[in-house]
């Protein structure tokens, strides 16, 4: 079975500092990755998506991901954040290439960026 | 276009009582799912649903009952309601390609459930 674990449950940030959420999934097979982001009161949106080919990804708002294959790892960086960056991230996975269409969601990491 | 709508956005029941959380979407989406989101837990899948006549249980099924019997609606039923059950609510949609599911998620606006 899929699963999902990210190890920050809460991270405060000032202003300019740099952004690393760690994300490791557990599934054997091929999988896509996905990042989400959740602003105070709003819904889900995603931040950026990893299928194949280069490893590292962009996605909007700056972010970028890492797929590591060996590591199982999926980790989200942005170089500057900035105050509205405040929000919870949630690492996703989902091994559709493999059969399963189990959309599996890490227990998320609360970012709070001070001004 | 709506998007996925969700309905009611709040409800309040007593334990023992049923309902029937509402989910449409317009996107003509194969791929629906329901998550319930709770503080220090994540999203949780329910239930999801790969096209019409499809359903499937997620990572905590027990207590919630779905159907599909359109591509646009995917109603979540909770049969007799628990304390335990109280809950933010997302329904969630995404496009097929190929019989793959590889899309980003569209999520609704959220049901806040609860339950005394």
């Known amino acids: 079975a899929q699963s999902v674990s990210q190890h920050n449950h809460h991270v405060i940030l000032s202003e300019a500092a740099s952004l690393e959420l760690g994300c490791n999934y557990s599934y054997g097979g091929t999988v896509n990755l996905f990042w989400y982001v959740q602003y105070p009161g709003q819904h889900l949106q995603l931040l950026l998506k990893y299928f194949s080919g280069d490893p590292l990804v962009k996605g909007i708002k700056g972010f970028e991901a890492e797929f590591i294959k060996s590591k199982f790892s999926f980790n989200l960086r942005k170089p500057s954040v900035q105050w509205s960056d405040t929000a919870e991230y949630f690492c996703a996975v989902n091994a559709a290439p493999s059969g399963t269409y189990k959309y599996i969601f890490g227990t998320g990491t609360r970012l709070k960026v001070l001004a | 276009n709506a998007g996925v709508t969700q309905t009611p956005k709040f409800q309040v029941l007593k334990t023992g009582q049923s309902m029937t959380l509402q989910c449409a979407q317009d996107m003509n989406h194969e791929y629906m799912s329901w998550y319930r989101q709770d503080p220090g837990m994540g999203l949780r899948l329910i239930h999801y649903?790969?096209?019409?006549?499809?359903?499937d249980q997620g990572e905590v099924p027990n207590g919630y009952n779905v159907s599909r019997s359109t591509t646009e609606d995917f109603p979540l039923r909770l049969l007799s309601a628990a304390p335990s059950q109280t809950s933010v609510y997302f329904c969630a949609s995404s496009f097929d390609l190929g019989g793959l599911n590889t899309g980003e998620l569209f999520f609704g606006e959220g049901s806040r459930l609860t339950v005394l």
């Open positions: 649903s790969v096209g019409a006549g499809i359903t």
